[in-house]
């Protein structure tokens, strides 16, 4: 991913101006969520949809950068909460103490929240007028936004929590967990690649295809995390012990076995890339992130 550099800096810049210097624990712990070492997938995603269809690269940057970065603070957001004891209850992540270990549950919440607020600030202030179109700013921050709420990764948690007893015992079955993944994991990858070829120049036409390959490519991504989580990797499938077919949590490699899994994520994986038919050549870079996607190692 060489785009990392550039996505780092960007996104260190969101939080920099610290008032008073130093002292400033919400912005250190928004600085500390989002320097955590992500794969920054999403912004990826969402700079080489816009290289598609803009004129330059240098273009599909200058169009998508502010969008791509706010789409990393959603995702960074998503997980502190997502770690909260109220929610996963987790201690580690990427292999460093969670948010809200660090900083406290109240820090973890009111940073995960000043992330939410100033990623729909830079798309809107940062993103150049005279370049892009206000109608098309306007039509990604309702994407970005409607791929948050009820209809997003909110309800896709709700269901999450509800499928693991939460509010009692219930029986979980394929159509949860795709609807799960849908709304949390697939709905903010759509969003991420349609919104990059919108600020990119594309046509409805050309947007609806993006939408459907990045559906396709966040259940790929999700159907691949849950394999993660039991084998440690997505190949080597028989080779690895696996770890944990029966705990609470529902999954893929659960429902499906785990050859069977790995059958739906090569699945999924290929009829993503038929949507990219129509874009030749152009498509890629999305054609390596599908396969980056499914055959990654966390
Ligand atoms: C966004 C307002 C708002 C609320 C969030 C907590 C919650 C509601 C949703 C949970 C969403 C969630 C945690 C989805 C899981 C998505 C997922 C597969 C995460 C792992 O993504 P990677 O592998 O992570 O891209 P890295 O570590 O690379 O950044």
Redesign the pocket.
Known sequence: MSKQPVLNAMLLETVVSRDPPNTDLVSECMEYSLMAG??R?RPVLCLAAAEMFAASKEEAEEAALPTAIALEM??T???M??DLPS?DNDDLR?GKPTSHVKYGEDLAILAGDGL?STSFQWIAEKTPQDKVDPSKILDVIARVSGC?GAKG??G??VLDLLCEGKRGKRDVTVDDLKWIHTH??AALLVASVACGAILGGANEEEVEACEKFALNIGLA??VA?DILDVTGTTEDLGKTAAKDLDADKTTYPKLLGLDGARAEAVRLTEEAKGFMEPFGDRAIPLLALADYIIDRKN
């Open positions: 992500g794969k997938v959603i995702h957001m998503s997980l909460h997502d929610m990427r939410l948050v990764l909110v896709g948690q949390k994991t991504f999700q995390d």
